[in-house]
């Protein structure tokens, strides 16, 4: 079955960085477009980024603001989220997630798999 397993996760003061991984298995990653959401305490889930198959991303505009970089390796089955400049505002559970559309897709509804979510959090 599939398998998105993220890991990197954990506390940081503001203004550091974090990269985040997500290992996936079960499926034919090259073929998938990947995505970062993330959800804080008492809020929805929020689009981050995504990345599609030739490496074209998409990120959110209203906090992302530079700081954030998606990429992926296909030879891994991984993506990866590299954070820097973090804010507090940005402390979340963090999760990975694929879909098998080719074009953007910013809606966890079009999102087909899903992890299980790594805590990022940051203190002021």
């Known amino acids: 079955q599939v398998q998105l397993v993220e890991s990197g996760g954990g506390l940081v003061q503001a203004g550091g960085s974090l990269r985040l991984s997500c290992a996936a298995s079960?499926?034919?990653?090259?073929?998938?477009?990947m995505g970062w959401f993330r959800q804080a305490p008492g809020k929805e889930r929020e689009f981050v980024a995504q990345?599609?198959?030739?490496?074209?991303?998409?990120y959110a505009t209203d906090f992302v603001a530079g700081r954030f970089t998606i990429s992926r390796d296909n030879a891994k089955n991984t993506v990866y989220l590299k954070m820097i400049s973090l804010k507090p505002e940005d402390t979340a559970v963090y999760y990975c997630?694929?879909?098998?559309?080719?074009?953007?897709?910013?809606?966890?509804?079009?999102?087909?798999?899903w992890g299980q979510g790594t805590q990022v959090t940051v203190s002021s």
């Open positions: 997630a694929a879909n098998g559309y080719l074009q953007p897709r910013t809606t966890e509804e079009d999102y087909d798999y």
């Open positions: 079960g499926l034919s990653f090259s073929k998938y477009t």
């Open positions: 990345i599609g198959l030739s490496g074209d991303c998409t």
